[in-house]
């Protein structure tokens, strides 16, 4: 099983631009999180979702989007990329709420 | 709002000693507080985790004790090895229906050989 993949591993991105961080999943969990860490810092979680066609807020939304439109795939948007987006995003599944969430292995995102 | 405090946010040991790290978290129908160690550049790995129903588990040289009471659990570990050094994060699933996961701001473990 190839679990939870992320793309792409690192990129820099121009103020102003938009992105979409992908990740999808092969363990068929109903569970998937976005987060972000930033220097030094926690894991501060953006947006999740309980199920296809399904998504919540997490602590930071702001100036991010998401959807879900099949179990495998979790893919967040960035709109008018800022400086203060710079940070490495990580992607998360687990099958249901009382069980571990396997991390993808990160996006290392650079706004400049 | 929810919410995961964790404390220490560094911590040094000598080779051999123990390390607790304290977390307490906000809600009380929180029902799953999984630990994660992350070693630099990586991401996130389970080392232990505990459910509202349990108050306590062990794995070998790490323990997580859980007080339901007073809305914090503890990681324990002991005989500590240098490869023990990492980021170590406390993480809580708040209640009800939802799905999120909200993790502590992360301990910086520092094993002295």
């Known amino acids: 099983n190839a679990g939870v993949t992320q793309t792409p591993k690192f990129r820099i991105l121009k103020i102003g631009q938009s992105m979409t961080l992908q990740c999808t999943q092969d363990m068929n969990h109903n569970y998937m999180y976005w987060y972000r860490q930033d220097p030094g810092m926690g894991l501060k979680l953006i947006y999740y979702?309980?199920?296809?066609?399904?998504?919540d807020k997490g602590e930071v939304p702001n100036g991010y989007n998401v959807s879900r439109s099949t179990t495998e795939d979790f893919p967040l948007r960035l709109e008018l990329a800022a400086p203060s987006q710079t940070s490495v995003y990580f992607c998360?599944?687990?099958?249901?709420?009382?069980?571990?969430?396997?991390f993808g292995q990160g996006t290392r995102l650079t706004v400049v | 709002g929810e919410n995961v405090e964790q404390h220490p946010s560094t911590l040094s040991v000598q080779e051999g000693d123990s390390a607790v790290i304290k977390c307490t978290y906000s809600d009380s129908a929180s029902n799953y507080f999984p630990w994660y160690k992350q070693e630099l550049g990586k991401r996130p790995q389970l080392i232990i985790d505990i459910r509202s129903n349990v108050g306590e588990k062990k794995d070998q040289r790490i323990a997580v004790t859980l007080n339901k009471t007073a809305k914090h659990f503890s990681l324990h570990i002991t005989e500590t090895q240098p490869e023990d050094s990492a980021v170590y994060f406390c993480a809580a699933r708040f209640g009800g229906s939802q799905g999120n996961l909200i993790f502590g701001k992360g301990t910086k473990l520092s094993v002295k050989p």
């Open positions: 979702s309980v199920g296809a066609g399904i998504t």
């Open positions: 998360a599944s687990s099958s249901r709420q009382e069980t571990e969430a396997f």
